[in-house]
């Protein structure tokens, strides 16, 4: 089994900032890619940032200058630094990781959300 866990999330001000982490376990071979994704109320899942192994990051345009992502790759973690956020980055937020695991073909691991709201 792999299990991605997502600690982290909460209430920050306009123009603060916030960091999340995740770190994946259990009978990994490979880790793909982690990443990031969000929801808002209403809205569909989107991608925020993402590093695929050996490849370059990806941001969505609305984070650009603003959230940072990276990975540790010893611990199975992935990080995102969120500076300067703004009341529209309110979401849920979803790690995910693109993990083979022993035995298994290539499949997307979630983790449970955690939400950060930005609010004065």
């Known amino acids: 089994q792999v299990h991605v866990v997502e600690p982290g999330g909460g209430l920050v001000q306009p123009g603060g900032s916030l960091r999340l982490s995740c770190v994946a376990s259990g009978s990994i071979f490979t880790i793909n890619a982690m990443g990031w994704y969000r929801q808002a109320p209403g809205q569909q899942r989107e991608l925020v940032a993402r590093?695929?192994?050996?490849?370059?990051?990806d941001y969505a345009d609305s984070v650009k200058g603003r959230f940072t992502i990276s990975r540790d790759d010893a611990k199975n973690a992935v990080y995102l630094q969120m500076n300067s956020l703004k009341p529209e980055d309110t979401a849920v937020y979803y790690c995910?990781?693109?993990?083979?695991?022993?035995?298994?073909?290539?499949?997307?691991?979630w983790g449970q959300g955690t939400q950060v709201t930005v609010s004065s």
């Open positions: 590093i695929p192994t050996g490849g370059f990051t």
């Open positions: 995910n990781a693109v993990i083979k695991a022993w035995y298994r073909d290539v499949d997307d691991y």
